[in-house]
């Protein structure tokens, strides 16, 4: 089993959809979770970091689901400039990163 | 503004020929990561620096090398690139320590053409 697994996708939804994302990891000891967003041929960028009691940031919401171990994005209200990959980041102790392959997203009109 | 700079943006190199790259930050963070990463794949980490001290992840292969001579450089050196080492290579910082949340910042890599 991967470390951090993701589905590729590509999620192809209309404008003002929600949508979901899942990304399960396999360390029951990891502490720190984040989603990043990374445009085609771009470095990633910090989207939001997942706090254990769940956060929100405008139309995006993170969860962290430590019994299952997975952690989800729900994206509401999509956008066109939402078509990205977003990435799924667990670390394994305090610092060290892994990354999954990332879930494509595509918004249509 | 504080960030994360990568030169050059576009390298190409020939196979075997011995290549370089380099990042640096004025965040003052004190970790400094190198990542891989090639077409739909995850960025993969090849080694990081927290503060002077260097860790290689397991599978890093001999072939790359780094060097950390100060707080705001690091470097990336491949010593004999093969055509499977074309890819983009993402430098990354983070600050780490107590009440940070370790958040990592790229720079805008760096893409190896390997001919």
Not at chain 1, 20 to 28: K, L, V, W
Not at chain 1, 62 to 81: E, G, M
Not at chain 2, 89 to 105: H, K, M, W
Request: glycine share 6%.
């Amino acid at each position: 089993r991967k470390e951090v697994e993701q589905d590729p996708g590509p999620f192809n939804v209309p404008e003002g959809a929600t949508v979901a994302f899942n990304c399960t990891y396999s360390n029951s000891a990891s502490q720190s979770f984040f989603w990043y967003r990374q445009d085609c041929r771009k470095e990633p960028k910090l989207l939001m970091s997942v706090y254990s009691s769940g956060n929100e940031d405008g139309r995006f919401t993170a969860q962290l689901n430590r019994a299952s171990q997975y952690i989800s994005l729900l994206i509401r209200d999509s956008k066109l400039s939402d078509s990205a990959t977003y990435l799924c980041v667990v670390y394994r102790g305090s610092y060290i990163p892994t990354f999954g392959r990332g879930t494509s997203l595509i918004v249509h009109p | 503004d504080a960030m994360v700079i990568q030169n050059p943006r576009y390298q190409v190199t020939q196979f075997g020929k011995p290549v370089t790259l380099s990042c640096s930050q004025t965040l003052n963070h004190n970790v400094m990561y190198w990542y891989q990463q090639k077409s739909s794949q995850a960025p993969k980490l090849l080694f990081h620096y927290y503060d002077k001290d260097f860790n290689n992840e397991a599978d890093t292969p001999d072939n790359f090398q780094s060097r950390r001579p100060n707080t705001s450089f690091c470097f990336l050196d491949i010593r004999s690139p093969g055509l499977g080492d074309a890819a983009m290579y993402l430098c990354a910082t983070s600050r780490v320590g107590q009440g940070t949340r370790n958040e990592q910042f790229f720079g805008p890599g760096t893409r190896l053409t390997v001919l």
